[in-house]
């Protein structure tokens, strides 16, 4: 393994890892959680702010759902079962037919829509032992799921919503080169060739009305509807797919979904499925490559090592660890009877982006020596430096 691979980084960073006993499975560290809790968070809010309500849907569903949903027929080869008394159940591969139930459960009107669900939704599939490979194919992993149900008329501001924020997005974490793909229908489908004409049209212009610049991927479609893919390109070349946007008339048919019009007549509403990462184990282990363990100081796990330069000086780097923290740094104390150029060395290969050496003299000022990973250095006062670094460490 080559330690250009995020495997080989996560291990130097101490982020997680995995062991034969838990196959295509992930132990995360305290550290990896730190970073996986961050980019839930950012997403969170990111959907919170599209409309989106969060929800949990079971882990555990029954083999008649998934025949309905039509999942048992397409996807029945990924899919974890387990018996129970007199019925057999199936792990969620997506969330997806949960979140129909929910829609269901209640009567919506037309003036309810667009109605925007959204689940952190832990899925596992089956994939065979030689396909999974650290994150990039695991088979538990956690998909930012979310579903639109609205009515034909709304799918155009959806698709445009959902493509106007990603850029923004995508940059956020250093992505700055995406590219779209226009999916169509694949040979493995679900729903007569009318609803797929009618999906694949409704798509496409909306992707035209949102002056998307996309290619074409015939055949790549989800097996319930065609699909916009979003590629990022990251610093070595590669083109991985991260986001997704999918509209579907098959599902709420098949599950029977429906809202009431005007007339007070039942129709169908169309289902947008998307997600901004897709899986978040593997959209982390692509953050890790494209930055080669040096994340932005928003995601680092830890921020900020506080290097105390002599045994004098180990309280006053406790406390300044201590009062980064009062204000939502994450910061360390590095305290070992170790020489500076040590502690900076072992703070980079913990990819710590920032370290905070202090002093004699600077516990006397009440300042610290930042010092950043190209070796540029200043001195400041403490109170100065929680100001100064706000916006480069919050999201
Ligand atoms: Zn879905």
Known sequence: MDDKDHRA??????????????????????????????????????MRRGGFREVRSPQLLSRALWERSGHWEKFRDNMFTLE????????KPMSCPGHVQIFKKRLRSFRDLPLRFCEFGACHRDEPSGAVKGLVRTRAFVQDDAHVFCRDDQIEAEVARFSGRLHA???????????????TRPRQRVGSDALWDRAEAALEAAALAAGLDYRRDPGEGAFYGPKLDFFLRDRSGRELQCGTVQLDYVLPERLDAHYVDAENRKVRPVMIHHAILGSLERFIGVLLEHHQGNLPLWLAPEQIAVASIGAAQAGYAERVAAALEEEGYRAVADTRPERLSRKVVDAREAGIPLLMAVGKREEAEGSVTLRRRDGRQEVMAIEEAVVKLRAEAFR
């Open 9 to 46: 980084i996560a291990n130097r960073m101490d982020l997680f890892h995995q062991q034969e006993e838990g196959p295509g499975m992930v132990f995360w560290h305290p550290r990896g959680f730190t970073l996986y809790r961050i980019v839930e968070d950012y997403i969170r809010r990111e």
């Open 84 to 91: 129970d008394a007199d019925q057999v159940l199936a792990l």
């Open 169 to 183: 997005v995508y940059a956020d974490f250093g992505f700055d080169d995406v590219r779209v793909a226009f999916s």
